[in-house]
Nanobody
Framework: QLQLVESGGGLVQPGGSLRLSCAAS????????IGWFRQAPGKEREGVSY????????NYANSVKGRFTISRDNAKNTVYLQMNSLRPEDTAVYYC??????????????????WGQGTQVTVSS
């Protein structure tokens, strides 16, 4: 069974850091692109960051550039999202997703085939 499982969310103060993990099981990520998305209450799901597994190339939304870093661990079949200098507007449910077709821009949620269940990130004092 193909599955993505996120972890690492929680409550953090503004300026703090969190590291999210996205562990894949049932398949290898070698041929996939992995995206991190987030959805705040009342807002649409938005792309946060992306890594093309085989190439190691990365992309970021403008709102997180310089603060978030996406990385991978081949041995663990896991993608990470290191989030620094967190702001209240980063509060959302964060999802990881995997895709094998690369015709659409990375931030198009409909282009992803597999999704995790999400992990809540709350930035508040």
């Amino acid at each position: 069974q193909l599955q993505l499982v996120e972890s690492g969310g929680g409550l953090v103060q503004p300026g703090g850091s969190l590291r999210l993990s996205c562990a894949a099981s049932g398949f290898t990520l070698d041929y996939y692109g992995i995206g991190w998305f987030r959805q705040a209450p009342g807002k649409e799901r938005e792309g946060v960051s992306y890594i093309r597994w085989s190439l190691g190339s990365t992309n970021y939304a403008n709102s997180v550039k310089g603060r978030f870093t996406i990385s991978r661990d081949n041995a663990k079949n896991t993608v990470y999202l290191q989030m620094n200098s967190l702001r209240p507007e980063d509060t959302a449910v964060y999802y990881c997703a995997a895709r094998v077709r690369f015709g659409n821009p990375w931030f198009v949620a409909a282009s992803y085939d597999y999704w995790g269940q999400g992990t809540q990130v709350t930035v508040s004092s």
